[in-house]
């Protein structure tokens, strides 16, 4: 372990001063360039713009801004022919003339009100294939039109939309990345890890959309500052808040109803962006007559404190909560009972950031991020005297917590020469299931039991750095290596992960790329199936159950059109998962606590091929995509189906995928989307018998040998912007499910006197819904 | 105001027309189906012994399939190391086996040897009887405020080390026509019991629309524990003049004293019914496989020892719900 660590700090000191020893004067020496550096922002809010482009069009280069909205741009020397055009998606374009005697130029563009359609070209991207990764950019005005129910704008509904991403049916808002399962997803919040990010039973996701200022998910070729999930990353980045002016918002949807508030603390140096988002109304339990009452929340805040033009503080806060309580009292009230289950994350992070020179950025960030699940009972009974006389009490907790440093540097070497280099900590503390029980009273013998699996501590230290080199030869160069040592309390483990895109421009338009990406994760998920509730539990990696890991191999073809309007690609991947986890079959999580190797399956494998097409426009009034998978998915566990390989719960051969938003007028816009995919595997029991109670006892064959009949939807939505009094307003008709598909939902076995029937249930019939925003 | 009324009139629309649905799926397995062999016997104390046989059939089908012919089958007191042999007895489509100058006693240990032909088998079983029943110490009934449900309460001494316990009512209603018998009903019901909300096999607060178990089963390893299990159950309301009541009614409370392996099939038998019913909110489960201690084939080869007691409960009116 010493000769790890030693290894780990001679490593990290060699890069960090073979880099400090670089600057712009000696990345320039000897050139004929002249290297343009600052910022873009928008004009009225302040708010720093990711991905936005700036194209110096006399050199015919260009660069975009990273995610803390910086460029840098070597143009030449002799600046007095260029014009330099920005652009960014929902902002007009502008061209400046930049000052031969300014090295830093901050731009600031001007935001369209109404959603008018982008008829400039992003020039920058026009000659650039530096977007090597597979990957997918969330685009703010697409999600802002999506059809969701009740109203309800969600990130990650959008996002199965994309290819790669596996169809999961109704009423599911989880990601299923090319084979993978939910947990093998990182999460980002503002560099946040979260652990679950979905509501209500999966209805909605954690990320409020008011808040999400970009979101890249990554599914193939992943840079190597990402680690510590099998399948794929989602990065989110939030608004950093208006410097000059206050706003709030108040939307009111039938799911959910939300606030959100932003504005300067100290104008033009200090801002805030707050939203509080909570369920509208008990609708579930209207909907469904249940006993129960059920809420959830979400709170969002971020502070954003300009130090100087250089240097920024960040801090970044979230909670999100579910609750499921019910209460009963004595009609006499001789006893009351309460039963109660929460589960949610929390959240915050410090970041600093400082703009060393203008080809050197460095990030700081240290936080905490904790996902809990609980369930607690209690019953007290009351005397004659109303004191309390006999009390039961039990409480079961399982948390993992994750306390980190990420320490993050890029350089710009040359507008063509990108390099990431950083180091991350992670200690993990994971409680696995921990259960209280207390029992006290007049008649009865007192108990006071504490059982649970013990807390474990590890700690995760990586290493890693990219390189990026572009339109060399007509090849661009993707390199990243990522160095784990994760160190458990009874064994260390030891991965290096490279990461590989090679890039070849075969034509202006049309590329080719070759991808491959190590990836492991320290912990596993386990989804306790004990009466239809998969709860989940996370536990460590441990000698029996080391860390998983995948590799993926894949090669995509890309083609844009000249005008970069359309885009068209076509990626096929192999994806080989090892050391998978899971639950031997029959045993009950919550009551073994004394050897792991009695409940777990472990040595899994899993096999996830595919081929993806996409076509998808995004210039004009109308954007859209069409994107098309086929694909196979299976798993393998010694201790699982008598060791035969089965197909992955969410495997389809075939998935077709569709977006169509249209800009009707300067105010209206017009989405629809469609979804086909072939049925997915499920189980239904082979044979049957009555036991000499009268129950009917099922007996089950192989894993997921039946397929459901398949499943297609087409949805709709209308939105209307207006403004009313200075008030930016926003009426939202959506109409899901518009022929009225019976899509099976869930699978039901209904026990007759004459044996057991199957009924498939249908959870969104066609389903009109109308949400309302105003911006004050 | 108008504008905001209009929108709430739309709200309740939508929610009025928002219904899901429930359809049968056909589906037939029954071609080139094999079955296979189930044995089910619950042996209790001072009771004969009944086992029965019989094929299991292809799911989601009424097709009955061909009884198994049996050459011999006997039972084993393995404590005595006795051998009885089972009289064999055709009944519909199934096969009883019985022996009637067997019963088994308390902490009796026996195992059950059954030979088949077409197809041929070999199906053994063991079980071991509990030792004794536990003692019921003392039981009450309260009405739960706003509902038509009571709540129970009922102590006991636990009679030993690992010891396994299912709880089950029974409602009888009370009428007045004295000359009219009105049987006892098993009831469902649920606590907040850790001891029991902690097995696997009860359902959690987040599964919606299901029912409670039809008995309560738990496990208790101290021998010296005096224990109080809470349980509540929904004798169902009676509607007269405008008032929500209750009936009056006798309740019958059955405390088994059960084997591990009856313990471990039940608690699994429950858990595949949750799961094969699936939830509104987490969608379909995994398939859970029933535990049998049946060796060539399934079922159950389990016993008990019951004690119970019954108790008047008065009926409620102007219940207001809540």
Known sequence: MILYMNNYIYRTVLIWIFFSLLNERSVQ???????????????????????????????????????????????????DSSVLEISYLGYSVKKIKPDCHTNIINIKLEPLFYNLPEFAINAYEQTTSESVHSSFSMNKKELDNFPGIAGEKDLLKYLQFSPGVQMTGDGNANLYVRGGSSDQNLFLLDDIPLFHVSHLGNITSTFNSDMIKTAELYTGGFPAEYGGRLSSVLDVRTKDGDIYNHHQQFTIGLLTSKILAEGPILKGKVSYVASIRVNTMPLLKWLYNLKVDFSMYDINLKLNYIISPEKRLYFSFYNGNDHIKTNIDGSDGNFTSAVFNSWGNSAFSLRYYNQISQILQLNLTAGKTKYHYQEKNNIVYFNYQENPADEFYSNFVSEIADNFIIIKTNYSLSNKMKLQSGYDFFYHTYQPGQTIIKQSGIDFSDINIQKGYASTNSSEHSLFADFNISDFLGFSLYTGLRENILISQTKTFHDIQPRIIVSKKIHSNLIFKFLYSKLWQPFHLLTNNGAGVPADYRIPAMEIAPPSESRQEGVNLSYFSPDRQYEFSVEMYYKKMDK???????????????????????????????????????????????????SNSTRQFPDLNSGLSYPYKYDRLLAVKCLFQQQLTNKMNFSATWVYGSGTPYNIPQSQFKDIEGNTVLIYGNLNEFRQKSYHRLDVDLSYKTKVKKHECTIDLSIINVYNRRNPYIYTIINQDEGAELYSFTLIPVLPTVSFEIKL | MAFYHKIIVIIILLVATACTDLNIVQVDISENFNPDI??????????????????????????????????????????????????????????????????????????????????????????????????????????VKGSTAYLGKINFTSIGTDIYYELLIYSQEVVNDTTQTIPFYQTSLSTTNPLITREDYYPSLIVLSQESPKSLLFHIDNPKDTVCIDFEYDNGGIYTNGKTGTCNHNLRIELRTVSESFFLYKTSLYKQMYAAAGDLLYGIAEPVKVVSNIEGGVGLFGSYIKTDTTVFVAGRNDIIYE
């Open chain 2, 38 to 143: 189930t044995v089910n016997s619950l042996m209790q104390p001072d009771s004969n012994i009944i086992i029965i046989v019989s094929p299991t059939q292809a799911a989601f089908s009424n097709k009955t399939e061909v009884k198994p012919q049996i050459s011999s089958a006997s039972l084993v007191d393995i404590l005595n190391n006795q051998t009885y042999s089972l009289e064999i007895y055709t009944w519909d489509n199934y096969i009883v086996l019985k022996n009637q100058d067997f019963c088994p006693i308390p902490g009796g240990e026996y195992c059950i040897k059954i030979q088949t032909t077409q197809p041929a088998k070999t199906l053994i079983a063991k079980d071991k009887v509990p030792e004794r029943s536990a003692n019921i110490l003392n039981l009450n009934i309260n009405p």
């Open chain 1, 29 to 79: 020496a000897g050139s004929h360039l002249k290297l343009l550096s600052g910022t873009i922002s928008d004009s009225q809010s302040g708010e720093l713009l990711i991905g936005a482009s700036i194209f110096d069009q006399a050199t015919n280069t260009g660069t975009i801004t990273d995610t803390h909205g910086h460029y840098a741009l070597w143009i030449s020397q002799n600046c």
């Open chain 1, 580 to 630: 998978l986890t899971d639950l031997k079959e029959g045993v009950a999580y919550t009551l073994n606590y004394d050897n792991w190797s009695d409940i777990l399956a472990t040595a899994g494998k899993g096999i996830s091929k595919g081929l993806e097409l996409m076509l998808r426009k995004t210039g004009g009034r109308s954007t859209g995509w069409v994107g098309i998978t086929l």
